[in-house]
């Protein structure tokens, strides 16, 4: 399958990532918000990476103004009527994507399938009675989606195999990597990773290490690309405190559960990059360097 | 603190890696065998600011080569032992000035010999403790600061990790291509867990792993039950030619 017009639901942190991935492979994308005011930031997310792109000699402006031209923006779910792939990159929340497949399954054509990118719930839970079970598949994007090669597929309970295959040859579409998972919460990678980083935060609460010396462990002893506490300011440890407690919320494995200093940090304001200051400090001018 | 002379104390390679990075960095090292510790044979540490001891893992072995070394240097002079999963509170209780005993795990892989986690025990005290963080620095090592617990650091993190990676394959999540490619592309690791167990040794890996559980009994130390079936079986990865993957002989020779 070549899809040739695809959506987007959510332009966020990854809904826009995701879309710019379906730019630059040029396909038609319909990129769909809340409020005209959510559309704007969101499109906004999408002009500045190619501006980037540009600016960084990588593609040129006309070929910028080209990939934008494919956005056709809304608030209305109706527009995504004959989407072949739809991605929702909404609220983490299982109710909320249960009840936008229910509502796109009235709307969409019957050869739509529909792809959640949640990061710890169930495809299963979030396709439940939408009404096309069987064309609800997981892929799970890695932030920043633009740059990051992987993708996670994981099949419902119900997910038909011609969906699995259609939802691989989009992801090779979109010149990712597959790698291909049950449905199980965290998938992967944050099943693997989340506990990781809880374990880290745990030692630096037993005064076991600092926070520079456990990233300098993890660097120079496994040579991992950056620090656990690097990591988390990065990531914002709110979001990290969600991940863990959905993944806890699903698994009741107490490794995945929030340390009590990272509640501590949240309610200090200490939320990482974004607000200047998380387990490390960061200067004005160096706080909204990373994508 | 400009450093006159440094004590190595023991044998094998260790002790020959670290005679080389003292000498690399300029800081004369002498190099006393620790098989037949005889006091004359000692009797040059005298005159050392530091010793360091490389005795192999073996909480008798060390205990008696610390006595004998107790009996030639001066009461304040640091001793750092070379450590890898003993308790560094028993070592030390060995001698009269504990205090100044400083445990030092360095890692022998290629990639990764620039780590070294400086332990602190109980009665360790500050200045001694220092003297040997910085001492470390000075011959071009990354040194991590620690305390005396099962495991110390880097195990303490490294083996939950890479038990429940190997649960996740034993469960079948997924392949063990997919589980390694997802590691190494999405979270940019060097290597996926099931290679890399291949490449430790599925047998050292395991006594590593129960080592940590016998001290802490939290079942996240807990080898997985495949480990111990694949160890029985002799699949320990890589030097067998068979762990999670199967390697020609080949493969071995080019690496
Ligand atoms: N941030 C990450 O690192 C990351 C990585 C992989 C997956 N995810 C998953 O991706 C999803 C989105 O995460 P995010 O970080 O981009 O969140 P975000 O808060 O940045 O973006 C969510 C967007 O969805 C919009 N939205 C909410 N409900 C909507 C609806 N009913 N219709 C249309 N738009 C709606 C919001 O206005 C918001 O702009 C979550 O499921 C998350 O678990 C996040």
Do not use: W
Request: proline share 5%.
């Amino acid at each position: 399958m070549e899809p040739k017009k695809v959506g987007v639901v959510g332009c966020g942190t990854m809904g826009a990532g995701i879309a710019i991935c379906m730019l630059q492979s040029g396909m038609d994308t319909v990129v769909c918000e809340t409020s005209a005011e959510n559309l704007e930031n969101g499109l906004n997310r999408i002009s500045a990476f190619f501006e980037g792109s540009v600016k960084r000699g990588k593609m040129t402006p006309q070929q910028k103004q080209e990939r934008l031209n494919l956005i056709q923006e809304t608030t209305d779910l109706q527009d995504l009527v004959d989407c072949d792939v739809i991605v929702e990159a909404i609220f983490e929340d299982v109710r909320i994507k249960n009840n936008l497949f229910r509502e796109l399954n009235t709307i969409c054509n019957h050869n739509t399938i529909f792809v959640s990118n949640t990061s710890t719930l169930s495809i299963t839970s979030i396709a439940s009675g939408c009404g096309r079970q069987d064309r609800v598949i997981g892929i799970h994007f890695c932030n920043p989606a633009p740059l990051m090669k992987l993708v996670e597929i994981s099949h419902g309970l119900e997910t038909s195999d011609d969906t699995y295959n259609k939802a691989v040859e989009f992801s090779e579409y979109l010149k990712k990597k597959v790698v291909t998972t049950k449905d199980t919460p965290g998938f992967i990678l944050n099943l693997l990773l989340v506990p990781f980083e809880n374990d880290c935060i745990r030692a630096l609460e037993q005064g076991i290490a600092t926070v520079e010396d456990i990233d300098l462990v993890l660097k120079h002893g496994l040579g991992y690309p950056m620090g656990t506490f690097e990591l988390l300011d990065n990531v914002g440890l709110d979001i990290h405190y969600a991940v863990s407690m959905s993944l806890y919320n699903e698994l009741k494995d107490k490794r995945f559960a929030p340390p009590p200093l990272v509640k501590k940090m949240i309610d200090a304001g200490h939320l990482g990059k974004k607000t200047g200051k998380g387990f490390y400090e960061y200067n004005k001018t160096g706080m909204f360097g990373a994508v | 603190m400009q450093i006159q002379q440094i004590g190595i104390v023991g044998s094998g390679h260790l002790g020959t890696i670290l005679s080389q990075k003292f000498q690399g960095s300029g800081i004369p090292a002498i190099y006393v065998e620790a098989n037949e510790p005889s006091p004359a044979k000692m009797s040059v540490l005298q005159d050392c600011q530091f010793i360091i001891e490389v005795v192999p893992e073996q909480l008798s072995e060390k205990i008696k080569v610390l006595k004998h070394i107790e009996e030639i240097v001066p009461s304040e002079m640091p001793i750092a032992i070379t450590i890898s999963s003993l308790s560094l509170a028993e070592i030390a209780s060995s001698i009269r000035n504990p205090e100044r005993v400083v445990g030092l795990h360095f890692f022998t892989q290629a990639n990764r010999d620039k780590l070294v986690e400086v332990i602190r025990s109980l009665q360790c005290s500050d200045t001694p403790y220092l003297q040997v963080y910085e001492l470390m620095k000075k011959i071009g090592q990354v040194p991590v600061r620690t305390k005396d617990v099962p495991g110390f650091l880097i195990n303490r993190l490294f083996v939950p990790y890479m038990n429940h990676a190997i649960q996740s394959y034993e469960d079948e999540l997924t392949t063990k291509e997919d589980l390694d490619t997802a590691i190494e592309l999405g979270l940019g690791y060097p290597m996926g867990p099931l290679k890399l167990a291949d490449v430790i040794g599925l047998d050292d890996y395991l006594f590593t792993a129960n080592t940590l559980f016998q001290e802490l009994y939290d079942t996240k130390y807990a080898p997985p039950s495949l480990v111990n079936r694949m160890v029985d079986a002799g699949y320990q990865g890589k030097k067998t030619q068979k762990g999670f993957y199967e390697y020609s002989s080949l493969e071995e020779v080019k690496e």
